[in-house]
């Protein structure tokens, strides 16, 4: 079961125990550049489940009893071999999931080496300060918790993958990892490098398969002990259900519906730009303010100066530099996005751009569009699309800002725009979001919580957040006398 894809070839079994591992189901892995079919890819279940998870929690015995140091050694020599082999990692993800390739060259493929290396550096520092209560010495300690469940999206497979096998590895936990079947093929790549790193056998696994099938054995398996979900919010409700008879602690990064707020106070052309960022990925990345909201008095002269930087956006072949959006993943999704412009359009919207696929292109290119002024109920404006699809609404007062920004059932991230340092204070307090942005988009320092209010998670990850989710805390007491030695 071994493809050639952009002259890099990837073994589509997966990665149980240190070996590959066949199932007697397949399926294409098939390219949204050109809807063709690039690479066969083992179908796992719950046999196969059930072996990775066995040979992980055999693996986690050795694991957790190694030094901080030695698990940090073994997250750098993965990240030494992910820079190695960035080109590989980014023309592979490229055909498989459409990305921009210059946005995986340049940023996201250096990003995945850096979660290994920051989770490594965070660990040899992990501490917390002991507390004395009427001279006994409290002591809190970070214990491996056991086997983690990972499970992520298509969007960018293999940055959020290692966004949390970093810090579960790091932690002391062994995994396995059920990557998205719409883009499975850098995750196969990852376990040759881990291979490569020495790490040991079984501590990290991948299944390879069907969120259905490898997907829902994995979130109701009564030996996993952490398991991380990103994607949306109904397979989150599925993902715990299924879940809940074992107890087991959750950490989920779902959708959004996030708001971008213009002053008039801003710097027009930064507004704009960022704005226009907001296209990013297709439309495909869940932290997008889709919902932009303008203030009256620049409302025209913003909708006019985006408009114009809007139709200089070049949408072709994701591998060509020139790009700046690609296709949608799969067909599903591109009917789905569709569908949602068409509702709309039917509902008596009219987008002011874009509004339906690139005739141009064909294939899954859908133009980017953007409706104005929809009514508050409109669904449109109220549901992730997670496509090329912005909605615009304009507001008097910051108080009615700050209303129409919480007015949605998500909480994931805001982008504020304005010259008044006291203001974006003012609003961030009062924005319902895990995750603002003030004049600017898309900055992250790993050191921070990350995750998202209502519909949009469950916890929060990133520097010591992290590993308060994969470690069980202990809390220890020492009397201060009684001692021999």
């Not at 059920?178 to 501590?203: N, Q, R």
């Not at 530099?321 to 067909?331: C, K, L, N, V």
């Not at 912005?390 to 010259?419: H, P, R, W």
Request: net charge neutral; hydrophobic share 40%.
């Amino acid at each position: 079961m071994r493809s050639r894809v952009e002259g890099v070839e990837i073994d589509g079994r997966h990665w149980i125990g240190g070996q590959r591992v066949d199932s007697a189901r397949s399926f294409d892995s098939v390219s949204p550049i050109d809807e063709q079919p690039i690479a066969k890819v083992a179908a796992g279940g719950e046999a196969e489940v059930d072996q990775a998870v066995d040979a992980a929690m055999k693996a986690f015995q050795s694991w957790k009893r190694i030094s901080r140091e030695e698990r940090a050694a073994y997250l750098h020599r993965i990240a030494d071999i992910i820079e190695a082999r960035v080109e590989q990692l980014s023309v592979v993800e490229t055909r498989d999931n459409g990305s921009l390739l210059r946005s995986h060259r340049r940023g996201v493929m250096p990003r995945v080496a850096m979660n290994f290396r920051f989770f490594a550096d965070w660990l040899l520092q992990l501490t917390h300060a002991d507390f004395d209560v009427r001279g006994h010495r409290n002591h809190v300690s970070y214990d491996p918790s056991g086997v983690a469940a990972i499970i992520t999206p298509w969007n960018a497979p293999l940055m959020l993958g290692t966004w949390r096998i970093a810090p579960a590895l790091a932690a002391g936990c062994t995994v396995v990892y059920k990557p998205p079947e719409w883009a499975p093929l850098t995750a196969s790549l990852l376990a040759d490098i881990t291979a490569e790193a020495g790490l040991p056998d079984g501590v990290f696994n991948v299944v390879q398969g069907l969120g259905r099938e490898a997907g829902a054995a994995l979130s109701r398996h009564p030996k996993i002990r952490r398991l991380s979900f990103t994607g949306s919010v109904p397979t989150a409700k599925t993902i715990a259900a299924a879940a809940a008879p074992n107890l087991v602690p959750l950490s989920f990064e779902l959708g959004g519906k996030s708001p971008f707020i213009v002053f008039a106070d801003c710097d027009l052309d930064l507004a704009v730009n960022t704005a226009i960022g907001q296209y990013d990925n297709a439309g495909q990345v869940c932290l997008s303010g889709t919902r932009i909201l303008v203030e009256e008095g620049i409302r025209d002269r913003f909708v006019d100066a985006f408009l114009a930087k809007a139709r200089t956006i070049k949408q072709g072949d994701p591998r060509d530099e020139a790009s700046d959006i690609g296709p949608q993943i799969s067909r599903p999704h591109f009917e789905r996005v569709k569908g949602f412009v068409e509702r709309a359009i039917g509902a008596g919207l009219k987008p002011v751009i874009g509004g339906g696929p690139n005739t141009d292109l064909g294939g899954l290119y859908f133009k980017p569009t953007l409706f104005l002024d929809p009514p508050a109920n409109a669904e449109i404006l109220r549901e992730e699309i997670f496509g090329p699809v912005l909605c615009l609404q304009s507001f008097k007062s910051e108080e009615q800002a700050i209303d129409m920004a919480n007015d949605t059932d998500y909480g994931l991230a805001g982008v504020i725009m304005t010259g008044d340092k006291a203001r974006a204070e003012r609003v961030t307090a009062q924005i319902s979001a895990g995750l603002v942005w003030n004049n600017c988009f898309f900055v992250r320092d790993l050191r921070q919580a990350f995750g998202g209010n209502g519909k949009s998670g469950i916890g929060r990850e990133g520097g010591n957040w992290s590993f308060d989710f994969y470690c069980d805390v202990k809390n220890s007491v020492y009397a201060p006398n009684g001692w021999r030695a």
